[in-house]
């Protein structure tokens, strides 16, 4: 685990940091604050979610906090009175007590960052309006004993490194373990658009939709920026024609971690090999198709 985490600016002035472990940033360089309320708080529907009295987050992979904090700015903005539980799941400590440093933190109001702070020192934090508990360790071992608790939340964002690079995070056994946690009604958001991550979300029971992309941002190849879920029929917005036969292709081949305890490894090349051995469309020639680059 990284002991100190190197701050990069993000196109909107927020930071984000590159994780060396698994090759990645924790955010899109487009911006990192901006992303959390467009492709969590905004595709959940918490303004509308936060009229009444009540809200339950689960926050998988909390990271630097952004998608909590973003939630809890948006809910109470809408409804100051509303009680919200949250509960964040992240591996690594080092991360959350990074991001409570200036100024980093100072992208957020003080109360958010008084939040994130106590979180990050106590892994807890409560206010008449607000529980909210961090749990430390990896997600797949965490989110059981809270899946058998009951915890039933109106929004789930869902946020791990890439499938690639996390493998262990997209399979449909975890799907399965995150789908428990939602509530009849709740969406649960991700940015990721990858036709195998789609497919494990349907294994484990979730119906899913596309997150469009933001008015006059249409680049080309690009065609969704990311997937919603849900565990009935809501109203989400709906896969293209082109999405849908992305789900007939090789890329659709899940993830697979039948012990929630397999090596990022191990998962991989069990991946590899289905892929290999699938008579499905080959997803080049899907992209052919489609006219995509
Ligand atoms: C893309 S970043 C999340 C960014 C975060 N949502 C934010 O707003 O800052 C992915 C996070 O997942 C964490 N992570 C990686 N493997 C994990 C695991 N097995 N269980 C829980 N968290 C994990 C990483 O430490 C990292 O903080």
């Not at 698994?22 to 901006?34: N, V, W």
């Not at 998988?60 to 409804?79: F, Q």
């Not at 869902?158 to 997209?170: I, V």
């Amino acid at each position: 685990m990284a002991l100190s985490w190197t701050p990069q600016r993000t196109d909107d002035g927020s930071f984000t940091f590159f994780s060396e472990e698994f090759g990645e940033a924790f955010h899109s360089s487009r911006g990192a604050r901006a992303e959390a309320f467009d492709k969590f708080a905004e595709a959940t529907k918490l303004v509308e979610r936060a009229k009444g009295d009540r809200l339950q987050l689960l926050d998988v992979c909390y990271g630097l906090g952004y998608n909590t904090a973003a939630a809890l700015e948006t809910v109470w903005a809408t409804n100051p009175q509303c009680c919200v539980t949250v509960y964040g799941l992240e591996l690594d400590p080092t991360v959350p007590e990074a991001a409570t440093q200036p100024p980093l933190v100072d992208v957020w109001t003080p109360p958010l960052r008084s939040i994130l702070q106590e979180l990050a020192h106590a892994q807890q934090s409560q206010r008449p309006e607000l529980e909210a508990h961090l749990l430390i360790g990896d997600a797949r071992q965490t989110i059981q004993p809270l899946a058998q608790s009951g915890f039933q939340a109106d929004a789930i964002f869902f946020d791990p490194f890439s499938p690639r690079r996390c493998p262990q995070l997209w399979t449909v056994e975890f799907f399965a373990q995150v789908a428990q946690c939602l509530a009849p009604g709740g969406i649960l958001a991700t940015y990721s658009r990858a036709a195998s991550v789609r497919r494990a979300m349907q294994l484990a029971g979730l119906h899913i939709g596309s997150m469009p992309l933001p008015v006059g941002d249409g680049l080309p190849h690009e065609w969704s920026q990311g997937t919603v879920a849900s565990l009935d029929v809501v109203d989400l917005p709906p896969l293209s024609p082109m999405e849908q036969e992305h789900l007939q292709t090789r890329a659709a081949i899940p993830y697979r971690d039948l012990t929630l305890q397999e090596s990022p490894e191990a998962i991989a090349q069990r991946h590899q090999q289905e892929q290999a051995a699938s008579s499905l469309e080959s997803t080049s020639s899907w992209r052919r198709r489609w006219n995509i680059r």
